[in-house]
């Protein structure tokens, strides 16, 4: 019986076939779950800066819808993968959260006017508020909500690449 010889050590690992570990391969993006529930977070802040916005200032700012849209689109792209139902579902998730913008950022107009707090009209009169917001809204507020939505629609996409 014969035992199998080992081959010479020359110095160096590579050759003598001690390869090091590749490292772990990323975890897999493609989480649509994941993708939506970081998109709703997306949401739920970046509406109540844009309400804040719109309140300090009183006026509504394009660019800030088009920052409330590309925030959810980019965390439902990064986190959710390229998944094709991402984009769409950031995209009306941009539409929620520039509309409830623009109604916390009447909310907090009215406020300045009206006897009641900011959440008292969010919360106690939200009919009197958005009949208020609909007698407002005018071809710019449907075009902040447009835009909103197409940057969260690109945003999705691009970062999911």
Same mark, same amino acid.
């Given at each position: 019986m014969s035992q199998p010889v080992p081959p010479p050590q020359s110095g160096n690992p590579f050759a003598d076939g001690a390869y090091p570990q590749?490292?772990?391969?990323?975890?897999?993006?493609?989480?649509?779950v994941l993708g939506i529930v970081a998109a709703f977070a997306a949401a739920v802040v970046t509406a109540g800066i844009y309400g804040a916005i719109i309140g300090a200032t009183e006026y509504q700012i394009g660019f800030a819808a088009v920052g409330v849209g590309y925030?959810?689109?980019?965390a439902a792209g990064k986190v959710g993968g390229s998944n094709p139902a991402l984009p769409v579902v950031g995209a009306i998730l941009s539409l929620g959260a520039v509309y409830l913008g623009q109604l916390l950022g009447f909310a907090i107009a009215l406020s300045d006017v009206l006897p009641v707090t900011v959440t008292e009209m969010f919360f106690q009169e939200f009919s009197v508020l958005?009949?208020?917001? =609909?007698?407002?809204?005018?071809?710019?507020?449907?075009?902040?909500?447009?835009i909103g939505?197409?940057?969260?629609?690109?945003?999705? =996409?691009k970062s999911a690449a």
């Amino acid at each position: 019986m014969s035992q199998p010889v080992p081959p010479p050590q020359s110095g160096n690992p590579f050759a003598d076939g001690a390869y090091p570990q590749a490292p772990a391969p990323a975890p897999a993006r493609d989480n649509v779950v994941l993708g939506i529930v970081a998109a709703f977070a997306a949401a739920v802040v970046t509406a109540g800066i844009y309400g804040a916005i719109i309140g300090a200032t009183e006026y509504q700012i394009g660019f800030a819808a088009v920052g409330v849209g590309y925030l959810i689109g980019f965390a439902a792209g990064k986190v959710g993968g390229s998944n094709p139902a991402l984009p769409v579902v950031g995209a009306i998730l941009s539409l929620g959260a520039v509309y409830l913008g623009q109604l916390l950022g009447f909310a907090i107009a009215l406020s300045d006017v009206l006897p009641v707090t900011v959440t008292e009209m969010f919360f106690q009169e939200f009919s009197v508020l958005t009949t208020g917001w =609909k007698e407002e809204a005018g071809p710019m507020t449907f075009l902040f909500l447009a835009i909103g939505a197409f940057a969260a629609f690109s945003a999705a =996409k691009k970062s999911a690449a």
